[in-house]
């Protein structure tokens, strides 16, 4: 039996075990992976503010705490008036039900000659009303579980809190460590990338915030001249959907001011889809182009599929990751690969040419650097 058979049957025994052991850990803090993972993006939408407040003479500690605070303030905001308006315009359909379907009933009789008796309905609707009332206090009573789901979030988010607040504010002395085991020009590179990752996922975000900024108060000021109750909440709402869920966001967003507005009547609705419709192609063609100029602009297809896979992989937190994970992946090919000129060809005649190509983009093959020297300085070939 050769000699090195047995070494290289104990180092793949070794090569076994730890891999059952790494996968083991993995499986075992995967909850923790995850927290640790949400933190880090976080981290990197912060810390473009918090590198602003620092260059103004901020501490790094107090700019990140500064940071976290408005944002969790326009998280409260935000949740809270959704809350109220989802109560309060629940309340209102549940008051105006009886009403609704005596008026469809009425509409039904006359229409098609029946004799449908609104009472019959109505006791129907109380007798389903009175289940979903039993099975909502089945669901409270179990105030234990409700309990405990509640504290699991709870110390979640604070674990993510503080897991964010220390990338963040020590992000100058983590990214010294992480590279002080590495070579020189692995250092550089390191860098490079987590720099992309910085301004393309914080800008990424941020130039996200402004397009809800401006479609909140377009849609506020279109909801409060139509008298549509609970404005705000529904502007908000529009605002925030239709820049955080890629493609369908917007539908989404759109749907509930509509039907909230035909509470009021039809017209109001009738005027609430016609400008959602005009101001997303304004969006599209005008705001967004020049919002996400120098951030980062991904196609809606990319973004809708970066979400359905962050879902297929992580779940609910991979939906929230997923934009900025694509935005940055997005950003690190546009880096690191080289593009070269299209032939023309039939099937490229409907593509939109570029009339001032990159001067990074190559043309197919590198071209030669000139010598800095000028003419004088350059060497000259000696006389035989």
């Known amino acids: 039996m050769p000699r090195w058979l047995p070494r290289a049957m104990l180092l793949a025994l070794w090569l076994v075990v730890a891999f059952g052991l790494g996968l083991w850990l993995f499986v075992r803090l995967q909850s923790l992976l995850l927290l640790l993972l949400i933190s880090l993006f976080l981290a990197l939408a912060l810390e473009p503010a918090v590198n602003w407040l620092h260059r103004h003479r901020w501490p790094r500690g107090?700019?990140?705490?500064?940071?976290?605070?408005?944002?969790?303030?326009?998280?409260a905001v935000f949740l809270s008036l959704l809350g109220s308006m989802l109560v309060?315009?629940?309340?209102?359909?549940?008051?105006?039900?009886?009403?609704?379907?005596?008026?469809?009933?009425?509409?039904?009789?006359?229409?098609?000659?029946t004799n449908y008796s609104p009472t019959t309905l109505l006791d129907e609707i109380s007798s389903a009303s009175g289940v979903i009332e039993q099975y909502a206090s089945g669901i409270a009573n179990n105030v234990w579980g409700a309990g405990t789901t509640l504290l699991a979030l709870l110390f979640n988010a604070l674990t993510v809190a503080l897991f964010t607040f220390y990338l963040c504010a020590d992000g100058p002395r983590f990214r010294r460590v992480i590279c002080s085991v590495l070579p020189p020009r692995t250092q550089r590179e390191v860098l490079r990338a987590w720099e992309i990752a910085i301004s393309k996922t914080g800008g990424y975000l941020y130039s996200r915030a402004l397009l809800a900024l401006v479609c909140t108060g377009a849609h506020y000021v279109l909801l409060v001249v139509l008298d549509v109750p609970f404005a705000f909440a529904l502007?908000?709402?529009?605002?925030?959907?239709s820049q955080f869920i890629p493609t369908v966001g917007t539908y989404i967003g759109g749907a509930v001011?509509?039907?909230?507005?035909?509470?009021?009547?039809?017209?109001?609705?009738?005027?609430?889809?016609?400008?959602?419709?005009?101001?997303?192609?304004?969006?599209?063609?005008?705001?967004?182009?020049?919002?996400?100029?120098?951030?980062?602009?991904?196609?809606?297809?990319?973004?809708?599929?970066?979400?359905?896979?962050?879902v297929a992989i992580l779940g609910a937190p991979g939906a929230l990751l997923a934009l900025p994970v694509g935005a940055s992946m997005q950003a690190?090919?546009?880096?690191?690969?080289?593009?070269?000129?299209?032939?023309?060809?039939?099937?490229?005649?409907?593509?939109?040419?570029?009339?001032?190509?990159d001067?990074?983009?190559?043309?197919?093959?590198?071209?030669?650097?000139?010598d800095p020297r000028s003419d004088s300085e350059q060497p000259t070939q000696e006389k035989e």
Not at 266 to 277: D, G, N, Q, R, S
Request: glycine share 8%; proline share 8%.
């Open 235 to 241: 502007a908000l709402w529009v605002g925030v959907l």
């Open 359 to 370: 001067p990074e983009e190559g043309e197919g093959s590198p071209v030669p650097e000139e």
């Open 332 to 357: 690190f090919l546009g880096t690191y690969i080289r593009r070269y000129e299209v032939a023309e060809h039939p099937l490229l005649s409907a593509a939109e040419k570029r009339e001032d190509p």
């Open 257 to 310: 001011p509509v039907l909230v507005a035909l509470l009021e009547g039809v017209w109001p609705a009738v005027w609430v889809l016609l400008f959602i419709v005009v101001y997303q192609q304004i969006e599209n063609y005008l705001l967004q182009p020049r919002i996400t100029a120098r951030t980062l602009d991904m196609h809606p297809a990319v973004a809708f599929g970066s979400v359905l896979a962050g």
């Open 62 to 75: 107090p700019a990140t705490g500064v940071v976290m605070l408005l944002v969790l303030v326009l998280v």
């Open 88 to 113: 309060g315009q629940v309340l209102a359909f549940a008051s105006g039900v009886p009403a609704m379907v005596r008026a469809a009933l009425s509409w039904i009789n006359t229409s098609f000659g």
